[in-house]
């Protein structure tokens, strides 16, 4: 099959996919992701952004800038809060690829925020280990703490309240992340005055809340008791 032969084939199977999304949305009433994310919106990265993306560019081939490109969004996103389509638009010349290629990265993964949130971003697991530990009873105690609903923004646009699947902490169940940093082995109370810290500008100790070290039993070790030879990757563990 030629080189010719096989684009044409994948450029036809992309409208046709995006035909069917467009009839689906419309049927099903789904929101478009960019209903409030213009083109139009300003963006540029700042000095010390770029820097930073030099130096993830150099990770890669210079044909394979694509390969960068879930790294620059979540570069986006640390510098924004959110990830807007001028942005992508930005990503998309710096990897020299077309905007739709973004397009499908961003929202494939709903870790990209694809419209402005809360200054602090709540994340509770509910996944089943979480769930089994209380994670539905945190995530309504957080709703009522902040007097919104999941999935909605307080007022004052300090915390946005978002429930997940799985943070890869289960053995830590229940866990919450908030800013990207874990809190584990967590109680409503603990939770609570995790998030009046967070509000007054304070960084709570992150990992478990409980008085055991790290994903350890909550009795201390049962076995791996020696010292560690080598190579570790944390000190503190």
Partial sequence: MSLSLIQNFHSSFRKTAFLAIQQTRNYMKLPNIFEKNEEQTKFDF??????????????????????????????????????????????????????????????????????????????????????????????????????????????????????????????????IVIDGQFYEDLKTDDVLKIVEQVGQGKQPKSGPQSSRKASEPVNGKTTLKGKPTGPVAKDDL
């Avoid at 394979?64 to 930005?90: C, D, F, T, Y």
């Avoid at 993964?109 to 971003?121: A, D, L």
Wanted: with cysteine.
């Fill in 46 to 175: 700042t000095q010390t952004n770029y820097k930073k993306i030099d130096e993830i560019l150099r990770k890669y081939p210079t044909d394979k800038k694509s390969s960068a490109i879930i790294p620059l969004l979540h570069l986006v996103q640390e510098q924004e809060g959110w990830v807007s389509r001028a942005a992508m638009n930005k990503v998309s010349n710096i990897v020299c690829c077309p905007p739709t290629q973004v397009y499908e990265v961003a929202t494939f993964y709903t870790m990209f925020n694809k419209k402005p949130i809360g200054k602090h971003h709540i994340e509770v697991c509910t996944c089943t280990p979480c769930m089994l530990r209380g994670g539905n009873d945190i995530l309504r105690t957080l709703e009522d703490k902040l007097g919104i609903d999941c999935g909605n923004t307080t007022t004052d646009g300090k915390f946005q309240l978002s429930e997940v699947e799985c943070q890869g902490a289960c053995a830590n169940a229940p866990v």
